[in-house]
């Protein structure tokens, strides 16, 4: 007996069989081919079982083993599946739970970039009007419907799952080697871009797959690559829960599992910032939070992950609690999180729950080190400070150090402190200033202090002061 029965398939059933098998929750997971139960990882907890069935199989099979909960994540256009599940389910009087696909926001339908069928049958009536080489990537269940399409065998091309029987049925439709991409997805934007590239399409036909089908990624890729996108719309708006509200109905069935939170130090945000474990963390990530700039300068690695733009760490928590099904995070940083960082305050808090996170600390590039690396002088003897959101004793710094490298705040505070330097008959001590470091307008400027006055800098800067010189 198990305690869940999951018909997956799909990216949202992958993701549930994950949560399982990782909480020691008991369950067996049907798919309908040996590829679909490759790509479960079964352990004591998780176990695949493979074949289609019927609405009786169905039956027999939660009889024998008596779940506590069905959940259906069946593609959403398994309509037929999906509805002997449920007249199995109801027969026998097992609780069933049907995990919805989110769609999006509607903005692809709003904008009219793309053509929208109703079904495989229109949307190959389209095609077969027109001309020109066409990318199909709805799968092979409706291939045999496009076969008729005018010329089918030479102007297609098709990505289907690398399943002997998807080969070959794609051959049987009179498909050569070279038009048959097998691969798993969902994929990247740049992953489709380079697909509809490589075949000359004209046309991009795919169904209306939602976020976790990687849908978004197809449309802007086809849109880059100024290709026509067909897409078959889902049969029926369906009622249900969604992955992250089936995660948080699963809390109740397993141990305790805690979610690793890496508060990710990314360098100064500029091109090549990242070191290599940054990079892995952010790249496996399920989530990724920080500040807008933050979240902009890693955007390659963002698509497909849920994101959150934000810096407080109780509004990152609560985003980390309502989002249960984030079982790794990456909450960015610039600079270095060791350094006058906002990471202190985040790690403090999810130390708070030990028992639901895991964090960890992941170093970046300083902006200290790298200033002094384009200064071409060492640090360690510098007296390192911030003044932005600070008011450290200026005075007595000066008196006490002969090197000083400050953080410094926003528009406006370079020229507050040669003013304020200036006034204080320190003048002629020598200043170097950093702005936009890492970045294509990077700037670095050495002057006396009271000659620096007249300059105007943008944003975050760092300043280095050098009384012995």
Not at 98 to 126: I, M, P, Q
Not at 385 to 398: A, N, T, V
Not at 413 to 436: D, K
Request: proline share 3%; net charge negative.
């Amino acid at each position: 007996m198990v305690k869940v029965i999951l018909f997956g398939g799909t990216t949202e059933g992958r993701k549930l069989a994950d949560y399982c098998r990782r909480h020691e929750i008991s369950a067996l997971v049907c798919v309908t081919s040996d590829y679909g139960a490759e790509l479960v990882e079964e352990s004591l907890y998780v176990k695949a079982r493979r074949g289609a069935m019927e609405e009786q199989a169905m039956e027999e099979l939660f009889c024998q083993e008596k779940p506590q909960l069905v959940m259906d994540s069946t593609h959403p256009y398994a309509a037929e599946v999906t509805e002997n599940i449920q007249k199995a389910c109801s027969r026998q009087g097992f609780s069933y739970i049907r995990v919805v696909r989110d769609s999006g926001t509607g903005e692809e339908r709003d904008r009219g970039e793309a053509v929208w069928a109703e079904s495989a049958k229109e949307a190959a009536d389209y095609l077969s009007a027109g001309k020109g080489r066409i990318l199909f990537t709805t799968g092979t269940k409706d291939l045999a419907c496009f076969s008729h399409i005018d010329g089918f065998a030479e102007r297609a091309y098709v990505r289907v799952l690398p399943d002997e029987k998807a080969l070959s049925l794609c051959k049987s439709l009179g498909l050569k080697g070279s038009q048959i991409i097998a691969m798993q997805g969902p994929f990247s934007y740049e992953m489709n871009l380079a697909l509809l590239n490589m075949t000359k399409a004209d046309y991009l036909v795919t169904k209306e797959s939602g976020r976790a089908g990687g849908f978004a990624e197809k449309l802007e890729a086809a849109r880059a690559a100024g290709v026509r996108t067909v897409v078959i719309g889902r049969p029926k708006k369906e009622e249900g829960i969604t992955l992250k509200e089936a995660i948080r109905l699963l809390e109740g069935f397993g141990s305790a599992c805690k979610r690793k939170v890496f508060l990710t130090g990314i360098g100064m945000g500029g091109p090549g910032q990242l070191t290599g474990e940054a990079y892995s963390c952010i790249a496996g990530a399920d989530g990724i939070a920080g500040a807008g700039r933050m979240v902009d300068s890693v955007a390659g690695l963002c698509r497909g992950k849920e994101i959150k733009t934000a810096y407080r760490p109780k509004e990152i928590l609560q985003w980390l609690e309502d989002n249960p099904h984030l079982e790794q995070t990456a909450v960015l940083y610039s600079g270095d999180p060791g350094f006058y960082s906002g990471a202190g305050a985040m790690l403090e808090l999810l130390r708070q729950y030990p028992e639901k996170y895991e964090a960890a600390v992941v170093p970046g590039i300083s902006s200290v080190a790298f200033f002094c690396a384009r200064l071409g002088i060492s640090w360690e003897e510098l007296c390192l400070e911030s003044l932005h959101g600070r008011q450290p004793d200026l005075e007595k710094l000066l008196e006490s150090h002969k090197k000083i490298c400050l953080l410094m705040g926003g528009k406006g505070s370079v020229r507050e402190l040669c003013a304020w330097l200036v006034s204080r008959g320190r003048g002629g001590i020598r200043m170097s200033v950093g702005e936009s470091l890492s970045y294509p307008q990077e700037r670095i400027v050495v002057r006396k202090a009271e000659e620096m006055e007249a300059e105007e800098f943008e944003g975050l800067c760092i300043v280095l002061l050098e009384t012995d010189v």
